[in-house]
């Protein structure tokens, strides 16, 4: 089945085959929102999953936050955990097909989840979505896997996508991963 493809990764919830779930938010990720003092950013979680990214920012006092996923399973699970977030902030729909302006765009594990010849298409998306001066922060794999998804990548490679794109394009080695990815993730800052 296309990994593109909404069912793929709605059968993925149901057999509760969700290797990639880190039951907690990001490490390197916590470790930016807790560096981050303006609460006011639009913030959107593209390919959100179960979202404890966004469970974090929202308790953090965060509250413009938007969770998106396709996949409605992984949105009604949120919707039950984190019972005093907007509705309106959760959105079932496919990324490709959003349309808002945001300051910030994070990145955790959907990049990887999308068919490498989705890739320019990912990064005019995320252009298209942020204001002027807004950013990409995130984290992506720096290292390859026999079959995706996760498609893997190298720090060589982003640098040369998102620079066709974006003037400021930072990638450095991410220090607070999780211990299963450690030395194999990359943090992104990317500016508009
Ligand atoms: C590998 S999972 C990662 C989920 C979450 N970010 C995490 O780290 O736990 C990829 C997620 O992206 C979602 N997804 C894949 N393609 C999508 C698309 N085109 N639009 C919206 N969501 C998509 C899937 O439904 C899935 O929840």
Same mark, same amino acid.
């Given at each position: 089945?296309?990994? @593109?493809?909404?069912?793929?990764?709605?059968?993925?919830?149901?057999?509760?085959?969700?290797?990639?779930? !880190?039951? %907690?938010?990001?490490?390197? !990720?916590?470790?930016?929102?807790?560096?981050?003092?303006?609460?006011?950013?639009?913030?959107?979680?593209?390919?959100?999953?179960?979202? &404890? #990214?966004?469970? &974090?920012? +929202?308790?953090?006092?965060?509250?413009?936050?938007?969770?998106?996923? /396709?996949?409605?399973?992984?949105? =009604?699970? /949120?919707?039950?955990? $984190?019972?005093? *977030?907007?509705?309106?902030?959760?959105?079932?729909?496919? *990324?490709?097909?959003?349309?808002?302006?945001?300051?910030?765009?994070?990145?955790?594990?959907?990049?990887?989840?999308?068919?490498?010849? +989705?890739?320019?298409? &990912?990064?005019?998306?995320?252009? #298209? !979505?942020?204001?002027?001066?807004?950013?990409?922060?995130?984290?992506?794999?720096?290292?390859?896997?026999?079959?995706?998804?996760? *498609?893997?990548? @190298?720090? $060589?490679? +982003?640098? %040369? =996508?998102?620079?066709?794109? *974006?003037?400021? $394009?930072?990638? &450095?080695?991410?220090?607070?991963?999780?211990?299963?990815?450690?030395?194999?993730?990359?943090?992104?800052?990317?500016?508009?």
């Amino acid at each position: 089945m296309n990994t @593109s493809d909404k069912k793929f990764w709605e059968e993925r919830y149901d057999e509760q085959n969700t290797g990639w779930d !880190l039951g %907690q938010c990001s490490p390197p !990720l916590r470790d930016w929102f807790d560096r981050e003092e303006n609460k006011q950013l639009n913030i959107l979680i593209p390919g959100a999953g179960n979202a &404890y #990214e966004a469970e &974090y920012l +929202y308790k953090s006092g965060f509250t413009n936050v938007v969770v998106l996923d /396709f996949a409605e399973t992984p949105i =009604l699970n /949120f919707r039950k955990r $984190v019972i005093d *977030f907007p509705q309106e902030q959760l959105i079932l729909q496919d *990324f490709f097909e959003h349309e808002k302006k945001y300051d910030r765009i994070v990145e955790q594990t959907f990049f990887c989840a999308i068919p490498p010849d +989705y890739r320019e298409r &990912y990064v005019e998306k995320i252009k #298209e !979505l942020l204001v002027p001066g807004g950013k990409l922060i995130g984290v992506l794999f720096d290292r390859d896997f026999p079959a995706g998804p996760p *498609f893997g990548g @190298s720090a $060589v490679e +982003y640098k %040369q =996508l998102f620079e066709t794109h *974006f003037s400021s $394009v930072k990638i &450095y080695p991410c220090l607070h991963s999780v211990t299963p990815r450690m030395g194999t993730e990359v943090f992104i800052e990317i500016e508009k």
